[in-house]
């Protein structure tokens, strides 16, 4: 790592840790826990998205499944550990199926698989009355202790939701790293060189499929902790495009584009909400506006701004303007 | 009396694959020849039903109603063809993301300018008595709506297979490159499926008023049936639109008969199995 990276993570890390000090006000502290819990999700989307280049408009069917059966498993008397290992394993089971599905078609048709198998997910957790309450949600009976230690305040629950979602960068980073993150970006820009070279093209993009459903029911349970409650409404179509939303605008080819983008949307999101009522306008608005206007993210595009003013400055010639293993 | 139970279903069932048939051609249509899966189609759907509730609680005649309304579905379907999706041609991705995006606000606009309460649509005066024939009730309204996706769909037939324009679009969808090449105009023809794709998803918004009412999350409730239609019969295909159609209407109206809880359950299973087997769907035409 270069000295730079390693002070700016150093700060990052500082001012994560000092957010709850910093913001006494627990209204904060909760949004800044929410941050995390979307960034999460933004991220596990990515893994398919960015360095797959696999649009999913179904990824809060893990938050579904995971979610429910967490709750359920609680309920039905099983204690905390059990019902969160349980839950997040079958969510990446699910995941598994739900891979061997979409993947069937690729491209377009996996956009249309995904949000149709989202849906349906969705139609189950409203219909079935009798296992999830329907409309009515289901109420979690308690937040965990974790090693004895209460998280029901906000504070204690920032820090439990931030060593989750720094466990998960690790391994997010660690995976965009890997010789197996580059099979994959492999797999995206020439799938039939990939294949001729050995790799098995398919199984690449499976992991990665289960690997991110994976990702996504633990950011599911820590959704599911800090609301201590689920209803059908919460894994609507809208928060599937939310999440997908995150990552393309922070940029979807690097690893700090989603956790901007979830940054400015559940800011967006809760300073809109204490405004006006019209969210889904404005979610509809930042939809087509980045997509047409800022096609490669936030995060790239505001490096090339950097980059370009840099070279101005040392009056050096224009740098080349890097637009490789971007996609949208 | 159970046959009355069975009739009546089936009935249902009948009507609202047309009123699919009608969502998803024009779907399947403009996703065969543009590559965009239009994830608008559910949002025209439901603006249709607003549209016609608006213009019968002023007195309209209801079949010239579901006309303009369709038309004017239409008109909103090309101002995202022409202002929204040109601007980033060649960006299929963003294409798809975009009509996501342009959905979430139709049905935001609905729901502030129709409030959140269902509005149920009328059906004609003429057509609410329920027929009679040896001893059992047969609902006129379903009846009429069957007939209409019928039409409409031998219409669609005649259209794309026996008249130029229909051969122009069935070269695009097959060979997009060739098509151009030849001189055909693609990019109008885009314009022309998009109008003939949103006015019949405004059309069948009109006529399921009667039946489904428009309420804010018809089109999340509309637009997933479509795809799994689509995915069901295969892309690009009228055929494939008119099968799929029905069979979704029937596993839909007949999961919710019998088993409400697992009226999606039923219909996962035939798209697993038309996904595992024939991915390209029963009739597809295209690659999805």
């Known amino acids: 790592m270069k000295r730079g990276t390693i002070i700016a993570l150093t700060i990052t890390a500082i001012c994560l840790v000092a957010v709850p000090r910093v913001i006494v006000n627990e209204f904060y502290v909760n949004m800044a826990t929410q941050v995390l819990i979307y960034a999460l999700f933004a991220l596990s989307i990515n893994m398919m998205l960015g360095y797959g280049g696999m649009v999913s408009l179904g990824h809060a069917a893990y938050l579904g499944v995971a979610g429910y059966a967490c709750i359920l498993l609680n309920i039905a008397g099983y204690d905390q550990l059990t019902a969160a290992v349980l839950a997040v394993l079958l969510s990446t089971v ?65 820090y439990f939701t931030l060593i989750v979602f720094v466990i998960a960068l690790f391994f997010i980073w660690r995976f965009s790293r890997s010789a197996f993150g580059a099979s994959l970006m492999g797999a995206r820009d020439q799938p039939r060189r990939m294949s001729m070279l050995g790799h098995n093209v398919w199984l690449v993009r499976w992991l990665t499929f289960v690997m991110a459903g994976f990702w996504g029911s633990v950011a599911g349970i820590l959704f599911v902790y800090y609301n201590v409650f689920l209803s059908p409404h919460a894994i609507a179509l809208q928060q599937s495009a939310e999440i997908l939303l995150m990552a393309i605008l ?79 | 009396m159970q046959w009355q139970f069975w009739i009546i279903q089936t009935l249902n069932s009948l009507a609202f694959g047309g009123l699919l048939f009608l969502l998803s051609s024009g779907f399947s249509l403009i996703f065969g020849l543009m590559r965009i899966p239009n994830l608008a189609h559910g949002a025209f759907f439901m603006l249709g039903a607003y549209f016609g509730y608006s213009m019968l609680a002023r007195g309209g005649n209801f079949w010239l109603v579901a006309l303009v309304a369709g038309l004017g579905v239409g008109i909103i379907g090309i101002a995202l063809e022409r202002l929204v999706l040109r601007q980033i041609s060649g960006n299929e991705q963003g294409q798809v993301l975009v009509t996501l995006g342009v959905s979430f606000i139709i049905a935001d606009i609905c729901l502030l300018a129709w409030t959140g309460d269902p509005m149920p649509l009328p059906a004609p005066q003429a057509l609410r008595p329920p027929l009679r024939f040896a001893g059992y009730a047969f609902p006129t309204y379903r009846l009429v709506v069957l007939g209409i996706a019928l039409v409409a769909a031998i219409g669609l037939y005649f259209l794309m297979e026996r008249t130029r324009i229909g051969a122009m679009i069935r070269a695009g969808v097959d060979d997009m490159e060739m098509a151009r090449g030849v001189g055909i105009p693609v990019s109008r023809l885009f314009t022309a499926v998009f109008l003939l794709g949103a006015s019949l998803a405004g059309i069948g918004g009109v006529l399921g008023g009667p039946i489904l009412n428009a309420y804010p999350g018809l089109d999340a409730d509309m637009l997933p049936l479509a795809l799994i239609v689509v995915i069901l019969g295969g892309a690009g295909s009228l055929l494939g639109a008119f099968v799929g159609s029905f069979v979704v209407g029937f596993l839909y109206n007949f999961g919710i008969a019998l088993a409400p809880d697992l009226a999606y359950f039923v219909l996962f299973l035939p798209m697993v199995l038309v996904l595992v087997f024939l991915p390209q769907g029963l009739f597809g035409r295209v690659q999805m």
């Not at chain 1, 349906?120 to 308690?142: C, F, H, K, M, S």
Request: aromatic share 10%.
């Open chain 1, 94 to 158: 699910f995941a598994g199926l739900f891979g061997v599905l979409s993947l069937r078609a690729p491209g377009l048709g996996f956009i249309m698989i995904t949000l149709a198998i989202g849906q349906i997910v969705w139609g189950i957790a409203y219909r079935a009355n009798e296992l999830t309450g329907g409309d009515n949600g289901l109420r979690l009976p308690q937040r965990p202790r974790p090693f004895g230690i209460s998280i029901t305040s906000a504070e204690n629950f920032y």
């Open chain 1, 250 to 328: 922070g940029g979807t080819s690097t690893l700090t584009g989603p956790v901007v983008g979830a940054v400015i949307i559940t800011l967006i999101k809760n300073v809109a909400s204490t405004y006006v009522e019209r969210w889904n306008t404005l979610l509809g608005a930042i939809f087509v506006i980045v997509i047409v206007f800022m096609p490669y993210g936030l995060v790239p595009g505001c490096r090339q701004l950097w980059r370009r003013i840099r070279s101005k400055l040392a009056r050096r010639t224009p740098v080349h303007i890097d637009t490789s293993g971007s996609c949208t």
